[in-house]
């Protein structure tokens, strides 16, 4: 008797060749939602579908007794359908796997005895010591390649990569490499996005060169320093988008290929999506709101165009719902981040704010503070019960009237946080300041908590000194250990050693702006003022944006004060 799943029984039983009819291009998979939906009926517990395909690799064996059908979850789907005409395996729509069951009465069954060849495991995946051996190839080389420590915690974030053949991986480095011209730069670029390795190597060579063409050689090398992601997109996805923008969006990007380009550089998320979704997002959001509205929602927020047109309109339809029509315009005007969330979600927020301060109340602060809306009820709920726990109803609900945010914050966190919090700040301080915007304290972990505490013992020399900073001003616990350490660096070298202790002493909250800032503000003080005008500025300086920065250095040289 012929193997079941040879060349001779695809012949005899014609199924030879035949695609199943669920087989997606990579391409278009996401439509495969929409598709069933229309070959089958949703009230069928089972569908009576046929259909035959190949029976080879992994997907298709039979095991040596039980006759258990591979690869089920990915045919779950499916109602019946015939194998070779002899077996016909019927899948419900809430079983978990396939029982595969003769197709008549008299159908031969196999015997145990018959040779029915085990599957190779070739097919269905490695043994488990090549597995580990595997892993432990490709551990060594992302230590090559990135440095110990860098290897090793790169191992850890994407353990999906240690299941590569280490010669794939290679392969995919080495065309990372002559793509991005020299190992130092593929270095970044992996560090970054280790994932790269499990794209297929002959996807990496082509992306870059399609990027160039679209982008041009300076841009497309600053967009994948930046994005290294974009790597892993196929070569027809990235060449795609540009004419899929100018085709369907021609009154937004009147300027054609050039104004269409500006954006993908700037958001170059958009070459890792299908066209197909940038297509449908627009229109759909026209068809809710109208040209205008939507001209502005899709200016202000270009990312609606990777977002799914079902998505968008689920949630439009969730706001519309609990604001009314013309208040949820105003709110995604606001906040349009909003049509990229789940419509059950900003559906469950609402009746929880709705029980905590009333229905008016509840609807003014959603119009406020649009991103309550994006906030599971449960976590509402959760949240103002802990609060409730710490601080007592009516604390609970002035410090969530002046800071909505509290309640987006993990119950766990705040739990865990708030001991830490009333020991460093002591019980009168923590009383007082839990009022104001310092209860966003709350939401962080305490662990980070305790190295940012540490970390401000030792710049200021004693924990006593850390604590009297801390304790008049609370925020300076929101910034990051590493954080404080390049500040306090950075102040020293431009303002000299003397500056920085006076500037830490009277604001200890500059230890939150990073140091990339603070030399961006100080070169362009110091090119209007000179270095040393610049060194004796207040620290609003240092802290200020680059708008509030030029405007405030305008109004110092109106008035000649140097």
Same mark, same amino acid.
């Not at 709101?289 to 927020?301: A, I, K």
């Given at each position: 008797m012929a193997p079941v799943g040879s060349a001779s029984s695809r012949s005899a039983s014609g199924v030879s060749g035949v695609r199943h009819p669920h087989h &997606? /291009?990579?391409? &278009?998979? &996401?439509?495969?939602?929409?598709?069933?939906?229309s070959l089958f009926s949703p009230k069928e517990e089972t569908s009576s579908l046929q259909a035959s395909f190949p029976l080879r690799g992994a997907h298709s064996c039979f095991s040596h007794y039980g006759f258990v059908l591979r690869g089920g979850s990915q045919l779950r789907s499916l109602g019946a359908f015939s194998i070779s005409g002899s077996f016909q395996a019927h899948v419900s729509s809430r079983s !978990?796997?396939?029982?595969?069951?003769?197709? /008549? %009465?008299?159908?031969?069954?196999?015997?145990p005895d018959d040779s029915i060849p085990p599957p190779d495991d070739?097919?269905? =995946?490695?043994?488990?010591?090549e597995e580990k051996e595997t892993a432990t190839a490709v551990t060594a080389f992302l230590m090559e390649v990135l440095g110990d420590k860098r290897g090793r915690a790169a191992a850890r974030r994407h353990p999906a990569v240690l299941r590569q053949r280490a010669t794939r991986v290679r392969e995919?480095?080495?065309?990372?490499?002559?793509?991005? =011209?020299? #190992?130092? #730069?593929? %270095?970044?670029?992996?560090?970054?996005?280790?994932?790269?390795?499990?794209?297929?190597? /002959?996807?990496?060579?082509?992306?870059?060169?399609?990027?160039i063409e679209e982008l041009g050689e300076a841009d497309a090398r600053r967009v994948v320093r930046g994005n290294p992601e974009l790597l892993k997109s196929r070569a027809n996805t990235i060449s795609s988008t540009i004419p899929t923008l100018i085709q369907c969006y021609p009154h937004l990007y009147p300027g054609g290929r050039s104004e269409a380009r500006k954006l993908v550089v700037r958001i170059p998320a958009l070459l890792m999506t299908r066209d197909r979704t940038i297509a449908e997002s627009g229109p759909a959001l026209e068809r809710i709101f109208g040209r205008d509205v939507t001209v502005r929602l899709v200016q202000n927020t270009p990312h609606l165009l990777m977002t799914r047109a079902d998505t968008i309109v689920n949630a439009a339809q969730a706001v519309i719902e609990v604001l009314g029509y013309d208040n949820a315009k105003?709110?995604?005007?606001?906040?349009?981040?909003?049509?990229?969330?789940?419509?059950?979600?900003?559906?469950?927020?609402?009746?929880?704010?709705? #029980?905590?301060?009333?229905?008016e109340a509840a609807k003014e602060l959603a119009l406020a503070r649009p991103y309550l809306l994006k906030t599971n009820g449960r976590n509402i709920v959760a949240m103002y019960q802990v609060l409730n726990e710490i601080f007592g109803s009516e604390k609970a609900l002035e410090m969530v009237k002046k800071t909505p945010s509290l309640l987006r914050a993990r119950p766990q966190t705040v739990r865990e946080s708030a001991p830490?919090?009333? %020991?460093?700040?002591?019980?009168?301080?923590?009383?007082?300041?839990?009022?104001?915007?310092a209860s966003s304290l709350l939401g962080i972990r305490a662990d980070t908590i305790q190295d940012s505490f540490k970390t401000l013992s030792e710049i200021y020399g004693?924990?006593?000194?850390?604590?009297?900073?801390?304790? !008049?001003?609370?925020?300076?616990?929101?910034?990051?250990?590493t954080t404080m350490r390049d500040t306090v660096n950075t102040l020293g070298i431009l303002l000299g050693q003397v500056r920085a202790r006076e500037i830490l002493i009277d604001s200890p909250t500059v230890l939150q702006v990073r140091a990339w800032k603070l030399k961006r503000n100080f070169k362009y003080c110091s090119d209007r003022? =000179?270095?040393?005008? %610049?060194?004796?500025l207040p620290v609003f300086y240092w802290k200020a944006s680059m708008v509030t920065l030029k405007r405030a250095c305008d109004r110092k040289e109106e008035s000649g004060v140097m």
């Amino acid at each position: 008797m012929a193997p079941v799943g040879s060349a001779s029984s695809r012949s005899a039983s014609g199924v030879s060749g035949v695609r199943h009819p669920h087989h &997606h /291009s990579r391409r &278009h998979g &996401h439509s495969s939602r929409r598709l069933s939906s229309s070959l089958f009926s949703p009230k069928e517990e089972t569908s009576s579908l046929q259909a035959s395909f190949p029976l080879r690799g992994a997907h298709s064996c039979f095991s040596h007794y039980g006759f258990v059908l591979r690869g089920g979850s990915q045919l779950r789907s499916l109602g019946a359908f015939s194998i070779s005409g002899s077996f016909q395996a019927h899948v419900s729509s809430r079983s !978990r796997g396939v029982v595969v069951c003769p197709a /008549s %009465a008299t159908t031969a069954i196999p015997s145990p005895d018959d040779s029915i060849p085990p599957p190779d495991d070739a097919q269905i =995946g490695l043994a488990p010591d090549e597995e580990k051996e595997t892993a432990t190839a490709v551990t060594a080389f992302l230590m090559e390649v990135l440095g110990d420590k860098r290897g090793r915690a790169a191992a850890r974030r994407h353990p999906a990569v240690l299941r590569q053949r280490a010669t794939r991986v290679r392969e995919t480095w080495r065309n990372l490499v002559d793509v991005l =011209g020299s #190992e130092e #730069e593929a %270095a970044i670029c992996l560090n970054r996005a280790t994932s790269i390795l499990q794209s297929d190597p /002959s996807t990496v060579a082509a992306a870059m060169p399609t990027l160039i063409e679209e982008l041009g050689e300076a841009d497309a090398r600053r967009v994948v320093r930046g994005n290294p992601e974009l790597l892993k997109s196929r070569a027809n996805t990235i060449s795609s988008t540009i004419p899929t923008l100018i085709q369907c969006y021609p009154h937004l990007y009147p300027g054609g290929r050039s104004e269409a380009r500006k954006l993908v550089v700037r958001i170059p998320a958009l070459l890792m999506t299908r066209d197909r979704t940038i297509a449908e997002s627009g229109p759909a959001l026209e068809r809710i709101f109208g040209r205008d509205v939507t001209v502005r929602l899709v200016q202000n927020t270009p990312h609606l165009l990777m977002t799914r047109a079902d998505t968008i309109v689920n949630a439009a339809q969730a706001v519309i719902e609990v604001l009314g029509y013309d208040n949820a315009k105003k709110v995604l005007l606001k906040s349009p981040y909003l049509l990229m969330s789940s419509e059950s979600t900003i559906r469950s927020g609402i009746p929880q704010l709705t #029980e905590i301060f009333g229905a008016e109340a509840a609807k003014e602060l959603a119009l406020a503070r649009p991103y309550l809306l994006k906030t599971n009820g449960r976590n509402i709920v959760a949240m103002y019960q802990v609060l409730n726990e710490i601080f007592g109803s009516e604390k609970a609900l002035e410090m969530v009237k002046k800071t909505p945010s509290l309640l987006r914050a993990r119950p766990q966190t705040v739990r865990e946080s708030a001991p830490v919090l009333q %020991a460093l700040l002591g019980d009168d301080v923590f009383a007082q300041r839990m009022d104001s915007t310092a209860s966003s304290l709350l939401g962080i972990r305490a662990d980070t908590i305790q190295d940012s505490f540490k970390t401000l013992s030792e710049i200021y020399g004693s924990s006593a000194r850390a604590m009297d900073a801390v304790r !008049r001003q609370p925020m300076t616990l929101k910034a990051r250990a590493t954080t404080m350490r390049d500040t306090v660096n950075t102040l020293g070298i431009l303002l000299g050693q003397v500056r920085a202790r006076e500037i830490l002493i009277d604001s200890p909250t500059v230890l939150q702006v990073r140091a990339w800032k603070l030399k961006r503000n100080f070169k362009y003080c110091s090119d209007r003022f =000179g270095v040393e005008s %610049a060194r004796r500025l207040p620290v609003f300086y240092w802290k200020a944006s680059m708008v509030t920065l030029k405007r405030a250095c305008d109004r110092k040289e109106e008035s000649g004060v140097m």
